[in-house]
């Protein structure tokens, strides 16, 4: 399963208030490893101000449902305002992973410098195919119809 968090952006909030908001979002009571959504503000920062998660969303997986966190700038951000529906559960409380989208350009330096100080957080291409479409199982492992042969002994 799947949560959706749509979080307006710049200019209803800076690049860095806009990754506060997610960390608050993301996290409480029980959360493990906090201190590396903190540390990784700058480099999360850039990702923002770059609109990466406008288009690919950043997705947490770990502890309850994939959630997939899409930033609104422009207009769309003024628009909509800073409300953001409280998540169920906590994504952060266990073992989780963050997955960033980033720019083919500045990938190699993200990735270096996450690694350095936020090793839960991932990145990906914004220009390979969704995380989530990749992990899609495939039509035939899902189970399509169930054909049923009423013809049972020839017909009698």
């Known amino acids: 399963m799947r949560v959706r968090r749509d979080l307006s952006s710049i200019p209803l909030r800076s690049a860095s208030e806009t990754w506060e908001r997610i960390i608050a979002l993301v996290t409480g009571p029980g959360s493990r490893d906090v201190g590396q959504l903190s540390s990784a503000t700058g480099v999360i920062a850039s990702i923002i101000t770059d609109e990466h998660p406008a288009r690919r969303a950043i997705l947490i997986e770990g502890v309850g449902p994939q959630l997939r966190?899409?930033?609104?700038?422009?207009?769309?951000?003024?628009e909509t305002g800073a409300q953001v529906d409280a998540l169920m559960w906590n994504p952060t409380a266990g073992n989780w992973t963050m997955h960033?989208?980033?720019?083919?350009?500045?990938?190699?330096?993200?990735?270096?410098?996450?690694?350095?100080?936020?090793?839960?957080?991932?990145?990906?291409?914004?220009?390979?195919?969704?995380?989530a479409q990749e992990e899609e199982v495939p039509a035939e492992s899902k189970g399509g119809p169930i054909l049923v042969d009423w013809n049972i002994n020839g017909g009698l």
């Open 100 to 131: 960033l989208p980033c720019d083919d350009e500045n990938i190699d330096w993200v990735k270096k410098s996450l690694a350095k100080c936020a090793p839960r957080i991932k990145v990906f291409g914004v220009a390979d195919a969704d995380r």
């Open 69 to 78: 966190i899409y930033c609104r700038f422009g207009m769309k951000a003024v």
